[in-house]
Nanobody, 128 residues
Framework: VQVVESGGGSVQAGGSLVLSCAAS????????MGWFRQAPGKEREGVAA????????YYTDSVTGRVTASQDKAKNTLYLQINNLDPEDTAIYYC??????????????????????WGQGTQVTVSS
């Protein structure tokens, strides 16, 4: 399974950005994908996670209201739109995929250990 992110870049505070994550390879009809980010000097945190079998998206509380994730199942692609960007959103954004749907809680879906396959990450820099 390959995971490729795209869409990062430099943005002014208050702006918006859309990140894309495409998974390919041996993926089951039901699979999970997630967006994570790691800011300088901080631990990685989950941002949003999808469950294609249940058509659900989970979000971490800190981004609720500013972030919208959407899943294109036909393309095995998970999009992440971040609005009203803040310099604190500056981070490397990683996408991950798990090509099956193990039964986990929403909190577990936003944690890295669930996912076996990871992209290289895409840098998002927000300037004030």
């Amino acid at each position: 399974v390959q995971v490729v992110e795209s869409g990062g870049g430099s943005v002014q505070a208050g702006g918006s950005l859309v990140l894309s994550c495409a998974a390919s390879g041996d993926i089951a009809a039901c699979y999970r994908m997630g967006w994570f980010r790691q800011a300088p000097g901080k631990e990685r945190e989950g941002v949003a996670a999808s469950h294609t079998g249940m058509d659900r998206i989970y979000y971490t509380d800190s981004v609720t209201g500013r972030v919208t994730a959407s899943q294109d199942k036909a393309k095995n692609t998970l999009y992440l739109q971040i609005n009203n960007l803040d310099p604190e959103d500056t981070a490397i954004y990683y996408c991950a995929a798990e090509p099956r749907c193990p039964p986990v809680t929403p909190i577990q879906a936003l944690r890295g250990p669930l996912y076996r396959y990871w992209g290289q990450g895409t840098q998002v820099t927000v300037s004030s």
